[in-house]
């Protein structure tokens, strides 16, 4: 034993002899063992798009509510433009930066529409009478949200068509018959409808609207046929020759007119449609844009570089919802064009992600949507995104939850109705977790999250950043679609940046929260589960 003792005392004098430059040292709770967590890194050099604007349409429910009482609509309206504050700092609305209005066509003027009685809310009045004279005292409603967009400080407007005025269709209607295959406009009305929509945009652009685009077809991959007396809403199909046809002749018209406003096409119905397909109304990117084409129309000096595609049904699986993101930024990139996206709802059943709709809570209405802007933005580069429909009726099973950011009701069931009610809805709040902080302007930059890939980072937690180079200004948005609370640590901070105080203002939408602000340090910040939380502070 005093052998064995002698033994291991010379091999420790030894070790120290050896061993004193170098820390040789095998305690398992020395401190150069700790595997150091990683955290979120913002790499802020790195950068991507640049944020345009978010929107909301009008639809064809802002002409009924904005023919409400004064003290009604304006608070609605309030709602979606205010970038005001309560005393707590709360905002009192979600401050768009763009708002999209309908150029209509008329079904409201027409002794018998075609529509079913049930849907007489998305008829909508024509400036322009059979007889070639305009009343620019029509769509009363929709010049009311315009102005008011404006005097809140909006000043970006866009107009759409869903179809020719009924006057100029081949059928009589706005909407396709079973004997109209293809564009529902008599070709010998093709001038008329080019004169139409630059007289509509002009007024609106002497009236001092800045009016950047206009989308003189919308969704033309669908038939929009119907039975005369059933008609739910206006459209018409349009093969991509007619769309190239046609856009033509409007480009002529807006340069003789003194059009300020650029022609954005296509507004594809679906995001796959802009960049794959085979038939006469699809691949629309490459059929309109490269010069090959027989189609191409990339020349037209009143084209607009901007994309539009909705990205309804475009979500079933999240591996086929980011293909599609990541392969339009392709196709749109080789032409040095930009996407915006300009209509979405939640449309069919991917929302449910496989639960019973009873479980739902209308937070989990937003956190889809904001699930679909964060990988319209992120993986699709957007540089602008629009909701559809500002206003909705619609309070069937769980629609209030789906189709609308504010929610209303007219006081009869009726175009003659003269007064209503209305509440906001989860996905107001959501959206202005981003409209209300992400001004026009501002620049995406690189988020790294160690915790996830692109797959589980979409179904999980996802984040995405933020700045303004003229005031250094960041805002980070994060959505924790899980029911665990997250706590964030920046890998870089101190190193990559720093924020003045060291703090973030945090604003929470969540079961019980609508943009609800705090002030939070930047090493104690936790993302409650089921939330979307929009953080801001000036770098130093």
């Given at each position: 034993?005093?052998k064995?003792?002698?033994?291991v005392?010379s091999f420790?004098?030894?070790g120290?002899l050896?061993g004193?430059?170098?820390?040789?040292a095998?305690d398992?709770?020395?401190?150069?063992f700790d595997?150091?967590?990683?955290g979120?890194?913002?790499?802020?050099?790195?950068?991507?798009?640049?944020?345009d604007?978010?929107g909301?349409?009008?639809?064809?429910?802002?002409?009924?509510?904005g023919k409400?009482?004064?003290?009604?609509?304006?608070?609605v309206?309030?709602?979606f433009?205010?970038?005001e504050?309560?005393?707590?700092?709360?905002p009192?609305g979600?401050g768009l930066s763009l708002?999209?209005?309908?150029?209509?066509?008329g079904?409201a003027?027409?002794a018998n529409?075609?529509?079913s009685?049930s849907?007489w809310f998305?008829?909508?009045?024509?400036?322009l009478?059979?007889d070639?004279?305009?009343?620019?005292?029509?769509?009363?409603?929709?010049q009311?949200?315009?102005?008011?967009?404006k005097?809140?400080g909006?000043?970006?407007?866009t107009?759409?068509a869903t179809a020719?005025p009924?006057f100029m269709?081949k059928?009589?209607y706005?909407?396709?018959t079973?004997?109209?295959?293809?564009?529902?406009?008599?070709?010998?009305k093709?001038?008329d409808y080019?004169n139409f929509?630059?007289d509509?945009?002009k007024?609106?652009?002497d009236?001092?609207?800045n009016?950047v685009?206009v989308?003189?077809f919308?969704e033309?991959?669908?038939?929009?046929?119907?039975?005369v007396?059933?008609?739910?809403?206006s459209?018409t199909?349009?093969?991509?020759?007619?769309v190239?046809?046609v856009t033509?002749i409007?480009?002529?018209?807006?340069?003789q007119?003194g059009?300020?406003?650029?022609?954005m096409i296509p507004?594809?119905?679906?995001?796959?449609y802009?960049?794959?397909?085979s038939?006469n109304?699809v691949?629309?990117?490459?059929t309109f844009?490269?010069?090959s084409?027989p189609?191409?129309?990339?020349?037209?000096p009143?084209?607009s570089s901007?994309?539009a595609?909705?990205?309804?049904f475009?979500?079933g699986?999240?591996?086929?919802?980011?293909?599609?993101?990541?392969?339009?930024?392709?196709?749109?990139?080789?032409f040095?064009?930009q996407y915006?996206?300009t209509?979405?709802?939640l449309?069919g059943t991917?929302y449910?992600?496989?639960?019973?709709v009873s479980?739902?809570?209308?937070i989990d209405y937003a956190?889809?949507?904001s699930?679909i802007i964060?990988t319209?933005l992120v993986f699709g580069?957007?540089?602008?995104?629009?909701?559809?429909t500002a206003?909705?009726?619609?309070?069937f099973?769980d629609?209030?939850?789906?189709?609308n950011?504010?929610?209303?009701?007219?006081?009869s069931?009726?175009p003659a109705?003269?007064?209503?009610?209305?509440e906001?809805?989860k996905?107001l709040?959501?959206?202005g977790?981003?409209s209300?902080?992400?001004?026009?302007?501002m620049v995406?930059f690189e988020?790294i999250?160690?915790?996830?890939?692109?797959?589980s980072s979409?179904e999980?937690f996802?984040i995405?950043?933020?700045?303004n180079t003229?005031?250094n200004?960041?805002v980070?948005?994060?959505?924790?679609?899980?029911?665990s609370?997250r706590e964030l640590s920046?890998?870089?901070y101190?190193d990559g940046?720093e924020?003045?105080?060291?703090s973030?203002e945090?604003?929470?939408t969540?079961?019980t929260?609508?943009?609800?602000r705090s002030?939070?340090?930047h090493?104690?910040?936790?993302?409650?589960?089921k939330?979307?939380?929009?953080?801001r502070?000036?770098?130093?």
């Amino acid at each position: 034993m005093l052998k064995f003792f002698k033994y291991v005392l010379s091999f420790l004098c030894i070790g120290v002899l050896l061993g004193c430059s170098s820390d040789n040292a095998t305690d398992p709770n020395d401190p150069k063992f700790d595997t150091p967590e990683e955290g979120i890194a913002l790499n802020l050099n790195n950068t991507f798009q640049v944020i345009d604007h978010f929107g909301a349409s009008g639809g064809f429910q802002d002409q009924w509510v904005g023919k409400w009482p004064e003290a009604t609509k304006n608070q609605v309206a309030k709602l979606f433009f205010s970038t005001e504050t309560d005393a707590q700092g709360n905002p009192q609305g979600i401050g768009l930066s763009l708002w999209r209005t309908i150029i209509g066509d008329g079904a409201a003027d027409q002794a018998n529409s075609g529509f079913s009685a049930s849907n007489w809310f998305r008829e909508t009045e024509c400036y322009l009478s059979p007889d070639g004279t305009y009343d620019w005292t029509k769509q009363a409603g929709e010049q009311w949200f315009m102005q008011k967009a404006k005097e809140y400080g909006v000043n970006k407007f866009t107009a759409w068509a869903t179809a020719p005025p009924y006057f100029m269709s081949k059928n009589g209607y706005v909407f396709s018959t079973p004997d109209v295959t293809s564009f529902n406009c008599d070709p010998d009305k093709y001038d008329d409808y080019a004169n139409f929509l630059a007289d509509v945009v002009k007024n609106y652009e002497d009236k001092g609207f800045n009016m950047v685009a206009v989308c003189p077809f919308n969704e033309t991959q669908y038939e929009w046929n119907a039975e005369v007396g059933s008609a739910q809403q206006s459209g018409t199909r349009a093969t991509n020759g007619e769309v190239a046809t046609v856009t033509k002749i409007i480009d002529g018209v807006f340069t003789q007119k003194g059009v300020n406003a650029k022609i954005m096409i296509p507004e594809a119905a679906q995001l796959k449609y802009l960049f794959e397909g085979s038939g006469n109304t699809v691949n629309q990117v490459s059929t309109f844009f490269s010069p090959s084409s027989p189609n191409y129309i990339g020349d037209l000096p009143n084209l607009s570089s901007n994309i539009a595609g909705h990205s309804y049904f475009s979500n079933g699986t999240t591996n086929e919802s980011l293909r599609q993101r990541k392969s339009l930024k392709t196709s749109i990139s080789s032409f040095g064009l930009q996407y915006w996206q300009t209509e979405y709802s939640l449309l069919g059943t991917a929302y449910q992600q496989g639960k019973d709709v009873s479980t739902l809570q209308e937070i989990d209405y937003a956190l889809w949507m904001s699930r679909i802007i964060h990988t319209d933005l992120v993986f699709g580069d957007a540089t602008g995104w629009s909701f559809w429909t500002a206003l909705n009726k619609s309070t069937f099973g769980d629609h209030p939850f789906r189709f609308n950011l504010v929610l209303y009701q007219p006081n009869s069931n009726g175009p003659a109705h003269t007064d209503g009610t209305y509440e906001d809805n989860k996905l107001l709040w959501a959206l202005g977790n981003f409209s209300r902080f992400v001004r026009p302007g501002m620049v995406r930059f690189e988020v790294i999250d160690p915790d996830y890939g692109d797959t589980s980072s979409v179904e999980n937690f996802m984040i995405s950043g933020y700045k303004n180079t003229s005031n250094n200004e960041v805002v980070i948005i994060c959505i924790n679609n899980t029911d665990s609370n997250r706590e964030l640590s920046f890998e870089n901070y101190g190193d990559g940046f720093e924020v003045l105080n060291d703090s973030f203002e945090a604003y929470t939408t969540s079961v019980t929260s609508n943009l609800k602000r705090s002030v939070v340090n930047h090493d104690a910040i936790v993302i409650r589960g089921k939330s979307i939380v929009t953080l801001r502070a000036t770098l130093k």
